[in-house]
Antibody, heavy 118, light 107 residues
């Protein structure tokens, strides 16, 4: 069974940094592109970025690529999202997803909440 | 960026209704258009890939159609478990974008 376990969220002050993790199981992690998607409290969905199966290439939403970095450790079957200089508008639930050819996301984690507030 | 406009924003339904949800793209995305369902307090899940291909195990009442800029998700005989928010997403051009969603609620 494919499973994702996300962690690292919580309450963080504006301007701080935060790193989210997503540990995956039930499939060969190193065979798949992976992705982060976020959902605001108002239910708006936003694509953050994708990372290639070997970690050699990433693509990001232009509005986020200067502050967010996606990485992975295939030996640990873990996906990461490094967030820096966070702002109130980064308050959201963050999902890790598996990506298939054609871009569809066939599995989603349970989501981890990040709240940016002083 | 490709803007996906979903309509209606909210749809009030009665169980058994046949309904259609629209997703319109600001430019052609071919068939790189995927549909997701999000039930209350759950993560999104994939329903339809490439505009019209149902995923394995999807109830037959769900179907997708369209190409280019106009897409439709249909439910033939709504059931209570279908009360959710439905999102479309395009993966034809960067940045990949989502529609704002259509919320299905009970009339």
């Amino acid at each position: 069974e494919v499973q994702f376990v996300e962690s690292g969220g919580g309450l963080v002050q504006p301007g701080a940094s935060l790193k989210l993790s997503c540990v995956d199981s039930g499939f060969t992690f190193s065979d798949y592109w992976m992705s982060w998607v976020r959902q605001t409290p108002g239910k708006t969905m936003e694509w953050i970025g994708d990372i290639k199966y070997d970690g050699s290439y990433t693509k990001y939403a232009p509005s986020l690529e200067n502050r967010f970095t996606i990485s992975r450790d295939n030996a640990k079957s873990t996906l990461y999202l490094q967030m820096s200089n966070v702002r109130s508008e980064d308050t959201a639930t963050y999902y890790c997803t598996r990506v298939n050819i054609g871009g569809y996301r066939d599995y989603w984690g349970q989501g981890v909440m990040v709240t940016v507030s002083s | 960026d490709v803007v996906l406009t979903q309509s209606p924003a909210t749809l009030s339904v009665t169980p058994g209704d046949r309904i259609s949800l629209s997703c319109r793209a600001s430019e052609s995305v071919g068939t790189y258009l995927h549909w997701y369902q999000q039930r209350p307090n759950e993560s999104p899940r994939l329903l339809i890939k490439y505009a019209s291909q149902s995923i394995s195990g999807l109830p037959s009442r769900f179907s997708g159609s369209g190409s280019g800029t106009d897409f439709t998700l249909s439910i033939n005989g709504v059931e209570l478990e279908d009360l959710s928010i439905y999102y479309c997403q395009q993966c034809d051009s960067l940045p990949f974008t989502f529609g704002s969603g259509t919320k299905l609620e009970i009339k």
